[in-house]
């Protein structure tokens, strides 16, 4: 047997300078040194790449890495290196070297100096490379993140379904396929198409024991996250955004707050990305502020919490992100901040692609949400999504997490599901959740109307509970497989056999007793709160009263007069003054003057009467209004420039130049794009738009008016019609 020639710990401890190896360590490297194919599932911090660096380092030839990420394989070729006196022991090969570079590489396996050879699957297929590598002692290939391979892994590349093809064609040699977040599916799709289906298999317990799992309504998401990270001064920390926006515009409110923090994302030169790694594995910053493209294969030990602004787009992203905290055994804090209107943005998103991507996102994205909104032990929830069992009173970090530490109340809500779907039944199942939800409620829509549903008996039968609630049991139900979404008039929901089955027998059905999840903000599970950093409920309801009446006064929607947002900035910072007011987020001078006075008056009365002193620790400063093109945009559009025009003349996307026009029209200033709308959207088209916005929207969220009108507009044409609206009605 090959692998018996070789004193493992000895060379263990001359290479790394460890004494012994961790977990199955051992086994694997053995295994591959017997020429065996060899599958690794092993979480993130588990000692996945000293599998395949050790076994090539004491073997001839040159091992072939195949890595996704230029960063990754950047930063394992300079530790290696800094082991090794030899620089040409380890190499990168991709597109980012020079000519010279490459030659470089290229003589240095010919000479039998490099062990270990990183390498893109892009670059892998060029000619020359697989002539090349075909006149060369090749020990084993090592497939790193594998689960890139699967169209169900959470960071799937189709450039990664042509390796084995290519292996073939340069020559076959024993296989390492790693990867540290696999479900049984994900597991068995690599295996598959690496043709290595006989492989050893060797599989690491996922349960990081050490990391806190919580999940937080996303409510007032920027104070609630300073107040977070104040708590823990000089701790490292990454939050995950989804949008390269969100991420420059939050590093920026934290800087503002004291915050030392950075942006991190894929649309930053190289040089800036660079510095900003090392600025963070230096300890020279505290917080990166980052897309998904930052962290693989980022070895720092001693990243103290992870959080994630938005939730990633399937469990196996959630996993691996927050798998970047504690990775030196000491606790980890995973704070995920959830709303679902988020996940009905990722569902929108997936519309646009085929069928069958579509059906696998969507599968992906409702177990994000089980999870988001279930009231079991998470570690357990997320160890039984990877097909392992787990004990969540006894096992190791039993208590290490929001519903084990803090049990929410459960409610039997069998009856209202089997009403719900018996309702999905009399309706022939051809709505949407939002129409349904409208209908058991007793509330119209455009939808109810035109099927004549308003005057059937089940019109309002459930109007004794709230909307949020029935949305609740709907998308539980989803998440239960009583109904599913059908994909091709995406978001009708149909009834699933199990649905069917239920309604003839409906067996226990429990709930989180409280599914409105924006009352959930002060619970804080065990954080440390300054004071006056609650939201004051009482006087947010005082506030959403008065808005009511403003609203019937003005005859606008309430949304029209302040948004939820600026009500909620409200109740925690009690500006009893019109220039208080300003201050408060989302409110410009105008709106302050047009619509403030009884507000401020309200809450001057209410802080009399209740005593109470106003905060001043912690106002969040927020990105000052960004408008600084608004004369320009103003005196534009009042010459009836074309908006195109505009965002070119200032430098601007069509997405930028949105942003700066709603940012102007809710601070409480007039535009007037008619002329511009009136050559892209049928008049028609607006009338209905504009009266849905006064009469039938309960927000002016775009998720609700892309619900609405998605089929007929996109985004960006909405999002002009919201502009118009808020300018006619508001301002």
Known sequence: MSANKYNLKASLKKHFGFSSFKGQQEKIISSL?????????????????????LPALIQEGTAIVISPLIALMKNQVDAIRGLHEEEGIAHVLNSSLSKSQTNRVLSDIKNGVTKLLYVAPESLTKEEYINFFKDID??????????????????????????????????EQPIIALTATATPKVQEDIQKTLGMSEALVFKASFNRANLFYEVRPKVNIDKQIIQFINARKGQSGIIYCLSRKKVEELAQTLQLNGISAIPYHAGLDSKTRVDH????????????????????????????????????????????????????????????????????????FLSGKPVSEREVGLQLLNEVVAYAETSMSRRKFLLHYFGEEYDELNGEGAMMDDNMR??????????????????????????????????????????TKSYGLDTE???????????????????????????????ESYGILKLTDLGLKFIKKPTKFEIAEDHDYEALINQQ????????????????????????????????PPFAIFQDASLEDMALQYPTSIE???????????????????FVELIARYVEDNGIEKPND????????????????IQSTDRKMNLEDIAKAKGLTMEELLSEMESIVYQGTKIDISYYIEEVIDEDLQEEIMDFLMEDAETDGLAELLEEFGDDLDEEELRLMRIKFISEVAN
């Open 457 to 487: 008996t089940f019109f309002g039968c459930g109007k004794d509970k709230s909307e949020s609630f029935w949305r609740g049991i709907g998308r539980q139900a989803i998440v239960h497989y009583y109904l599913e979404k059908e994909v």
């Open 277 to 348: 790694q090392d600025k963070f594995l230096m300890q020279d910053v505290d917080i990166v502020v980052a897309t998904i493209a930052f962290g693989m294969g980022i070895d720092k030990p001693d990243v103290r919490f992870v959080i994630h602004y938005d939730f990633p787009k399937s469990l196996e992203g959630y996993y691996q992100e927050t798998g970047r905290a504690g990775r030196d055994g000491g606790e980890g804090y995973c704070l995920a901040f959830y709303d679902y209107k988020d996940i009905e943005k990722l569902e929108k």
């Open 618 to 633: 912690l106002v969040v400063k927020q990105i000052a209004n960004k408008s600084t093109n608004k004369v320009y945009i």
């Open 406 to 447: 803090n049990p929410k109340k459960l409610v039997d809500a069998s009856k209202e599901l089997k009403l719900f779907l018996e309702i999905v039944q009399e309706t022939n199942q051809k709505l949407k959740l939002k129409d349904l939800v409208k209908l058991i409620v007793g509330k119209n829509t455009v939808i």
């Open 33 to 53: 040194l017997d020429k065996k194919d060899v599958f690794v599932l092993m979480p993130t911090g588990g000692g996945k790449s000293l599998c395949y660096q």
């Open 138 to 171: 090749i020990s084993f290939f090592a497939i790193d993140e594998a689960h890139c391979i699967s169209e169900w892994g959470h960071d799937f590349r189709p450039e990664y379904r042509n390796i084995k093809s290519i292996i073939q064609k340069i020559g």
């Open 525 to 556: 599970n065990d954080e440390p709160q300054t004071s006056g950093g609650a939201l004051d409920e009482t006087l947010l309801k005082y506030l959403k009263e008065q808005r009511k009446k403003s609203s019937k006064k003005h005859k606008i």
């Open 580 to 598: 208080e007011l300003n201050s408060i987020f989302g409110v410009g001078e105008g709106k302050a003057k047009k619509f403030g006075k009884p």
